[in-house]
């Protein structure tokens, strides 16, 4: 009745123990009840672990595969869950496996590009099984937003929106400030000014003209 | 190492079945047209494929017969044609490819990548020897830049950037990583969604 999963790559073997779910109907060769998984990769220790490890594993390393498709290496997966991934350097990615046994640390796995596409390959596999009747409650692929990919781009290309805004307001300021200022408005007069400048047309210094005499 | 049934156990973050190309309600998923930016990686990423098969013009149309898309590319010149919506190549076409024929053109790339996988691990390896990998990459590069020369137009900077041997020797690392993880049926839906990458 115990059924074995096995998926092969290159550098890592996974091996998938369970049960099929008579009373849910599964065929002989399927798996309904996972009972264990253990993990194999060449030259590293392996792992082993059960349900909730395995789907641990996938809900990291998945997402991460993904989003290095889109040139985006973030972390995935906290301290305080059993697994995360981050990239080290280029190339280079390190795999971090928490045990909540105290006497055991953590264990840290650097793969290279070509170990961890195996990874994800086996992951792949596994996920793809028509022979695991059991869901494997993983995140979906979808397209990122451009706020996940602002991080692809270099800090230059960045900053360079708003600070050409920046040097384009000042400009704009400085040449505002170089312009001469208007003229100031002259006060507007009333009728009773334009009236008292008319009547005194004897200005000082300007003799006003004689009557002239009148016609003969 | 054993890690511990007693550690929490995480949360879904999403209850989609892989695989799932309709909603809930049954019906046909839209198929989103792919963008221009799009477009040049997906056509960069058959080129890759093409450099490392030196017959991979033929083995595309091989795959496509394969795969049952007989009828909408019948052969290598509506393939070829599909392809040149690629803003980068020196006779592209206006418009945008429709959603059908961009998923069969990236389930062709993928099914591809799955059958030159180990070529590509090859490459990516750092457990090889220096030297040989060092030999394999000048190869297979050399072999990209003829074929971009040939079919892209040299005035477009993304051409002009990808031959460039500072810049372009990282963009040509991170193609052949993105076929290495998006190989196979699995990698369909990654790099379906990448290619669906909002603009930035």
Known sequence: MKQTLRYDQISCRLEVDGLPDVSAGHALDAVGILTGWRLQWAGRPELEGQREHLVALMEVVLPYARHLISGVGRRFGDADRPVSIAPKAEGSHRLSLRSSQGDQATLDLDLDDAELADLVRVLDQLRLDRRLALPLSVPSSRPLRGRDLIDRLPLHRRLAAPLGGLAALATAAGLVLLLPPPPAPTPSKGPAASSSASGSSSTPGIPSPPPSAPAP | ???????????????????????????????????????????????????????????????????????????????WKRRCYNPLRRACRRGELAGQESD????????????LYPMLRTLLS??????????????????????????MNPRRSGVQKLLDPAAGDAQVRRMVR??????????????RASLLDAAV
């Open chain 2, 178 to 191: 993105t076929l290495a993880l998006g190989a196979g049926s699995g990698g369909f839906e990654r790099l």
């Open chain 2, 104 to 115: 069969a053109l990236i389930r062709i790339l993928c099914q591809m990548a799955d059958r």
């Open chain 2, 1 to 79: 190492m054993v890690l511990d049934p007693s550690a929490p156990s995480p949360v879904p973050l999403a209850a989609v079945p892989a695989g799932s190309s309709s909603d809930a309600s049954g019906a046909p998923e839209q198929v989103p047209s792919l963008s221009r930016r799009g477009l040049e990686r997906l056509d960069l990423l058959l080129l890759c494929l093409e450099a490392l098969d030196l017959n991979g013009g033929e083995a595309m149309v091989w795959m496509s017969e394969q795969l049952g898309y007989g009828q909408l590319f019948p052969n290598r010149v509506e393939l």
């Open chain 2, 126 to 151: 750092s457990t090889e020897p220096a030297e040989l990998a060092a030999q394999r990459w000048e190869l297979f590069q050399t072999r990209l830049a003829d074929l971009v020369r040939e079919r």
